[in-house]
């Protein structure tokens, strides 16, 4: 089949590579019908986080139709048409039946290599680094899925694939990011960052009750989707001197009753431990992502919820005195998809939910490293890039 | 590696079963690394790399009878009991291992280790149950004239709440130099003992090991 490799630091090259096979019972075989970009692919095609092998094939956030299915499985069946979250959940293990899915004990072939940088291993991601478990991504033709009827969501008739694609990866980081938010009436939600994760976050926090919600980003065309599309009150950081004072005025001084940190990440894949590896670029990253999350940690108001989606390393400067001295609730994790994937498709068939806005652009497979390109550098407006096999 | 087995192999009568006990695991792991090729599997690679380099480098004679242990724990979602059951099922213990050692079970007590080290080589050790108690216990030691002597235990406990059991595994290895137990008392047994505590839970949770086996990738592809 064809695949999207990983070949070294800014070298994605197109390759002929085996197809997957059935290897567990429990695992099915999917033909792939549409796969998306994610900004945290970005920071191991940049080099910032170690344990790819060159010749991994990557992609986290897709879908598919099932092609084959291994003697275990039980609820999923050859044609079904399915989406499937980025993290890979057994659904037996205590984390999984205490809805913790993305922490999973069963699915990283590699915990003992994550065990050492994070304390204990999480479970295994798609198409990621090798700590993240290595396994084969969807920017392919096929794709094996492990613990199938774990992970496989029935696609019910009716909604066309890109308004399915992102309830994969995207859309249940921002849900579970807003239902982190414990939002109640009145409240008002601040959301850093307007890529595909934080507007799935802002359009959430609405769905879960929010009276208002305001949207920080520096490209205008990003913050005209957040307005249009999901009706966010918007805030362009480049060209506004002082976000904190300018939220503290339109919250009638009291702060953000909530603010979601999404900032230029995509909420998965990147483990605090792995930048002890690479210094340099740790600090480039920390610095551009510690404004965000220091401002919304001033920004929330006294006993009110930070939720934070972005993906952090070894951070300095962190002012964990402001949160205890206001007495903030932290909430974070990696998505836990399994868990919201029902609700989502909800929402969908009810049509409160149409994520389809964020494929801005569509790519063969075989456009692939001209795609990321795109994607990286942020031209023409793009904010995901679609891939059909 | 071959010709740099064979000329360690072939000095000096005295501390041939000593220098082959090291070699063996060196080796064993530097397999173990080279096959699962990631990061860490790297590390994993280049300690057994170094084992051996050590090995290789020592002159023969200076050997001290240090000893390397491991103790590994891990909470499994089962009763003691069923841990125990499953242990002692015929061919757990072999699926358990596949990825460090061929295991056959000769009888209910005693079973046959082999690990296959770069070129071409492979080496073997029989280990016999010496104490069982049932639901809570299970202790095993390497037979005498063994290259490897080696000894471990697995004990089962309940864990609080809804958790199932707290699974200890201590491993007990006599590396025939100084220098080797230094370098076993650092990452390789660790992660071993780790791999196969979590392959044994996942194993009996979920049915099945976590593999990469068959991964699709463009390693060995062509454009
Ligand atoms: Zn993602
Ligand atoms: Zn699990």
């Known amino acids: 089949m064809r695949a999207l490799c990983w070949e070294g630091v800014n070298d994605l090259r197109v390759q002929t590579v085996p197809d997957p096979e ?242 230029g990440m995509e909420a998965h894949g990147t483990g605090p431990g792995y930048l002890y590896d690479k210094a340099l670029q740790t600090l480039r990253l920390v610095t551009d992502r510690g404004q965000a999350l220091r401002q919304a940690i001033m920004a929330v108001r006294k006993g009110g919820t930070l939720s934070i989606l972005g993906v952090y390393g070894v951070m300095d400067k962190f002012p964990v005195g402001v949160i205890m001295n206001k007495g903030l609730t932290v909430r974070t994790a990696q998505q836990h998809g399994q868990h919201y994937l029902p609700r989502l498709l909800e929402h969908a068939v009810k049509g409160e939910l149409d994520p389809s806005y964020l494929a801005t652009h569509r790519f063969s497979l075989e456009d692939g490293p001209r795609a990321y390109d795109m994607f990286k550098n942020k031209e023409d407006g793009i904010v995901r890039a679609v891939f059909t096999p | 590696m071959a010709d740099a087995l064979k000329g360690a192999l072939g000095a000096g009568e005295a501390s041939r079963e000593q220098r082959r006990g090291t070699l063996i695991l060196g080796g064993a792991l530097l397999a173990l690394g080279l096959r699962r090729v990631s990061f860490g599997s790297a590390a994993l690679a280049l300690t057994g790399g170094a084992l051996l380099y050590r090995e290789l480098a020592r002159r023969p004679g200076q050997a001290g009878a240090k000893t390397s242990e491991v103790t590994r724990s891990v909470t499994i979602g089962r009763s003691a009991d069923e841990l125990y059951g499953f242990r002692r099922g015929a061919g757990h213990l072999p699926r358990v291992m596949e990825h460090f050692a061929v295991i056959t079970e000769t009888d209910q007590d005693r079973a046959h280790w082999t690990v296959h080290v770069p070129g071409g080589r492979s080496f073997s050790w029989d280990t016999q149950i010496v104490d069982d108690r049932p639901g809570e216990l299970l202790s095993w030691q390497s037979l005498p004239g063994t290259e490897l002597p080696n000894r471990g235990e697995v004990r089962f406990r309940p864990a609080p709440g809804d958790r199932g059991s707290e699974v200890t595994l201590h491993l007990h290895f006599q590396p025939p130099g100084a220098a080797a137990a230094k370098a076993l008392n650092g990452l390789v047994p660790r992660t071993l003992a780790g791999d196969a505590l979590r392959r044994f839970k996942s194993l009996v949770e979920t049915g099945e090991i976590p593999t990469l086996d068959r991964n699709p990738s463009g390693r060995a592809a062509t454009a």
């Open chain 1, 22 to 263: 059935i290897v567990n019972p429990h695992d099915v075989i999917l033909r792939i019908t549409m796969s998306t970009t994610c900004g945290s692919d970005l920071h191991f095609i940049d080099g910032y986080v170690p344990s790819m092998v060159p010749g991994d094939v990557i992609g986290h956030e897709f879908m598919g139709i099932v092609e084959d299915v291994g003697p275990e499985v039980k609820k999923v069946k050859k044609g079904d048409r399915v989406v499937v979250p980025s993290f890979v959940a057994c659904g037996d293990c205590w984390y999984c039946q205490h809805d913790l899915y993305s922490l999973c004990d069963n699915t990283n072939p590699n915990a003992e290599l994550q065990a050492p940088l994070l304390g204990y291993p999480t479970g295994a991601c798609f198409g990621y680094t090798h700590a993240f478990g290595g396994y084969a991504g969807s920017h392919a033709q096929y794709m094996r899925v492990p613990h199938a009827d774990v992970g496989c969501f029935h696609v019910p008739d009716g909604l066309r694939d890109e308004q399915v694609l992102f309830l994969s990866d995207a859309a249940p980081t921002g849900y579970m990011g807003a239902d982190f938010c414990d939002i109640k009436p009145g409240d008002i939600v601040a959301v850093w960052g307007c890529g595909g994760v934080g507007l799935m976050a802002q359009q959430s926090a609405f769905l879960l009750g929010a009276e208002r919600v305001i949207a920080i980003d520096r490209f205008p065309e990003r913050l005209k989707m957040a307005r249009e599309h999901i009706g966010s009150e918007t805030i362009n950081y480049a060209e506004t001197p002082d976000v904190l004072a300018i939220l503290q005025e339109m919250t009638g001084g009291r702060g953000p009753d909530a603010c979601i940190d999404a900032v």
